[in-house]
Structure formats: C-alpha cells, structure tokens
T-cell receptor, first 115, second 110 residues
Framework: ETGVTQTPRHLVMGMTNKKSLKCEQH?????MYWYKQSAKKPLELMFV???????ENNSVPSRFSPECPNSSHLFLHLHTLQPEDSALYLC??????????????FGPGTRLTVT | GQSLEQPSEVTAVEGAIVQINCTYQ??????LSWYQQHDGGAPTFLSY????GLEETGRFSSFLSRSDSYGYLLLQELQMKDSASYFC???????????FGKGTMLLVSP
C-alpha cells in the first residue's frame, strides 16, 4: 500500500463514546499532522509530530488526544466529544519539519459524526 | 496571527483560463503553497513559491509577490476534471507549518 491511509473512513459516535482514528504513511516521512476540516472553514491544524515528538498543539481541547508511536503511525483518540466536533479529520505527512514541509501528503480523511 | 483571503467561488468554461487570487497577512512567512481538493477527496499538493515570480507546472502556474503579500494560481486550458476546491496556504516561519485559506471552489462548465 502506498501514500497515506486512514481508518475508519466514516465514524458515527455518541457523545459518551471513546474511539480512535488511525493514520499510516508509507512514504518514509518523519513529520505527521492532524487537521480538522469543517464546512466553510479553513483546514485547522490540530497537532504536529516531528520524528515522533509532538511539536505543536493548536489549543485543541483535551477530548482529543494524539499518539505517535513511530514515524509511520499516528492516532487520534476521541472521548466525550461534542456535536460541533463533527467534521472531516485529515492526516498528513511530510519529509520532516525542516525539509519540504510545504509539500504535505494527505490521507482521504475520516468523516466523523457526533450524535 | 495569520489570515488568508481567497474568493469563495469561481466559475469558468472548458478551455478557458482562470486565476485564483490569495492575499495573506502573517507574522512570519517562508512561502506560499497551493493545494487541490476534489469533492470527497484528499487535498493534493500543486505548487510552492518561496521567491517572487511565476512557477510553471504544466497547465498550472503559481505566482508570488512578497512585497504585496499576494499570490495567485493560474489554471490554463481548463478541463472538467479541474472542478475542485483550491487552497492557498502560508508556510509559517518558526514552526514550518501550513496555515490554510478557506478555499476557492472552481466550477468548470462545458
């Protein structure tokens, strides 16, 4: 498999559920990102990892918890979400934060609906 | 902080040329990227400008004027498959992350 993959592609969860989103990249990159995409809004950067170290948390609520066990895998753990968290969650990767970080490769996203 | 402005929607016909503008205000700037996203698809990288001037890649070109905090994406010989959303994104100095605009939906008609 090539590129950036994300699972699941669609997720419906209640406000009291706990779920996790998974991202895997097969590009040999060392930087990985989580973005939130809502209708009529810009892509919002949530978290950044560079060589497995978290470098940025863009004031994201604690109900979103990222995990990066290695440079190829990224998770987003979700718990007690709110309906306004319904959105498309996109994972991306780049070579690293110092080399070609302007060129990011995105996965297809997970469409999350919180009921 | 960072802010980017681009038109919300642009329409054109097949074979035409269209220009999508992007103006930005930023506290730290390395360069300007452009991404394409088809409905239901993932954003894909199109181009990057770090220096003033025009970069050409096939039917697509991108321009940057750092002094004017302005850039544009030029699409030539439009095809139906070019119907998509196009995002400009500033590469921020310091953290080397991207800040995206809201996107411009391009509708190409026959």
């Amino acid at each position: 498999e090539t590129g950036v993959t994300q699972t699941p592609r669609h997720l419906v969860m209640g406000m009291t559920n706990k779920k996790s989103l998974k991202c895997e990249q097969h590009l040999g990159h060392n930087a990985m990102y989580w973005y939130k995409q809502s209708a009529k809004k810009p892509l919002e950067l949530m978290f950044v990892y560079n060589f497995k170290e978290q470098t940025e948390n863009n004031s994201v609520p604690s109900r979103f918890s990222p995990e990066c066990p290695n440079s190829s895998h990224l998770f987003l753990h979700l718990h007690t979400l709110q309906p306004e968290d319904s959105a498309l969650y996109l994972c991306a990767s780049s070579h690293d934060l110092w080399t070609n970080s302007y060129e990011q490769y995105f996965g297809p996203g997970t469409r999350l609906t919180v009921t | 902080g960072q802010s980017l402005e681009q038109p919300s929607e642009v329409t054109a016909v097949e074979g035409a040329i269209v220009q999508i503008n992007c103006t930005y205000q930023t506290s730290g700037f390395y360069g300007l990227s452009w991404y394409q996203q088809h409905d239901g698809g993932a954003p894909t990288f199109l181009s990057y400008n770090a220096l003033d001037g025009l970069e050409e890649t096939g039917r697509f070109s991108s321009f940057l004027s750092r002094s004017d905090s302005y850039g544009y994406l030029l699409l030539q010989e439009l095809q139906m498959k070019d119907s998509a959303s196009y995002f400009c994104a500033v590469l921020n100095s310091g953290y080397s992350t991207l800040t995206f605009g809201k996107g411009t939906m391009l509708l190409v008609s026959p």
